[in-house]
């Protein structure tokens, strides 16, 4: 299983910025997705995850309300939609799957597939 993420950039905060991350290999279409970030010096962090099922999709406190993540299950594709930038959300971000198809956890241990990070930088 192999995951690509892209669409990271700069922004100002309140600004917006959308993620995707295409799931590709054998089974991709069975797997749920997780999106992490991490800075330097600080573990990795969840942000949210979604099964392919689409079943309650789950957001950290922090990004609860500003960020929608979805799917779209004939492109293979996660999307992580972020509004209401902060500062605080800089970071670089990574999508993954864990080894057991549609489901999701919101610790990065239980994810054994990951795709390179993206930067999301937002000016304050």
């Known amino acids: 299983v192999q995951l690509q993420a892209s669409g990271g950039g700069s922004v100002q905060a309140g600004g917006s910025l959308s993620l995707s991350c295409t799931v590709s290999g054998r089974r991709a279409s069975e797997y749920g997705v997780g999106w992490f970030r991490q800075v330097p010096r600080k573990e990795r962090e969840f942000v949210a995850a979604i099964k392919w099922s689409g079943d309650s999709p789950l957001y950290a406190d922090s990004v609860q309300d500003r960020f929608t993540i979805s799917r779209d299950t004939a492109k293979n594709t996660v999307f992580l939609r972020m509004d209401g930038l902060k500062p605080e959300d800089t970071a670089v971000y990574y999508c993954?799957?864990?080894?057991?198809?549609?489901?999701?956890?919101?610790?990065?241990?239980?994810?054994?597939?990951w795709g390179r990070g993206t930067q999301v930088t937002v000016r304050g």
């Open positions: 993954a799957a864990p080894q057991t198809t549609n489901t999701y956890y919101t610790s990065w241990r239980w994810y054994q597939y």
